[in-house]
T-cell receptor, first 113, second 113 residues
């Protein structure tokens, strides 16, 4: 079974802390890995994407993610979070030659001011 | 800026009734998607389309129909709404499918009673 797994349903940190949101996948072949953010009551918005090359991808608003083929992971990190980063974060996998995007269940990040 | 608009924002429907959710994009994108989001689940693909007058089944198409009368418009139709179809529905567009970024609408919250 091909899956996208986000092991933490909820993460709570204080403003200024660093945070890592975990994503593991089990797809083979050529894939695109993405992170999306969903603020309460809104649609998802793109953060960053990886396909090949430098395994560390810089995204918007200080977010970055690192691809690891050996661990089948694409974890999202931010060095110093702000209260406005509170949202649900989704990891997604899309396969070359196919048109679907497969999403994890999401991680709800709460940043305490 | 790319824009995907959905209507209505929310809807209450009766079991067995017909429901139509509409989506309009001004991105000039070829690909459009309908996803549903349930609490505790990621987004799951219902239908998608890569050209006007053609639609494709996604992972959970049962109970849903889709219509793409033009590049800009993509509708999701529930001919006989059921309780299990209560969810938030998101429309999205992308330029070239899996290789590209998804642009999401703000969602439609559907409640079937």
């Amino acid at each position: 079974t091909q899956t996208v797994s986000q092991s933490d349903a909820h993460v709570t940190v204080f403003e200024g802390d660093s945070v890592e949101l975990r994503c593991n996948y089990s797809y083979g072949g050529s894939i695109y890995l993405s992170w999306y953010i969903q603020h309460h009551g809104r649609g998802l918005q793109f953060l960053l994407k990886y396909y090949s090359g430098n395994p560390v991808v810089q995204g918007v608003n200080g977010f970055k993610a690192e691809f690891s083929k050996s661990d089948s992971s694409f974890h999202l990190r931010k060095a110093s979070v702000h209260w406005s980063d509170s949202a649900v974060y989704f990891c997604a996998v899309s396969l070359t030659g196919y048109q679907n995007f497969y999403f994890g269940k999401g991680t709800s990040l709460t940043v305490i001011p | 800026e790319a824009a995907v608009t959905q209507s209505p924002r929310s809807k209450v429907a009766v079991t067995g009734g017909k429901v139509t959710l509409s989506c309009h994009q001004t991105n000039n994108h070829d690909y459009m998607y309908w996803y549903r989001q349930d609490t505790g689940h990621g987004l799951r693909l219902i239908h998608y389309s890569y050209v006007a007058d053609s639609t494709e089944k996604g992972d959970i198409p049962d109970g849903y129909k889709a219509s793409r009368p033009s590049q800009e418009n993509f509708s999701l139709i529930l001919e006989l709404a059921s309780l299990s179809q209560t969810a938030v529905y998101f429309c999205a567009s992308s330029d070239q499918g899996a290789a590209e970024t998804l642009y999401f609408g703000s969602g439609t919250r559907l409640t079937v009673l």
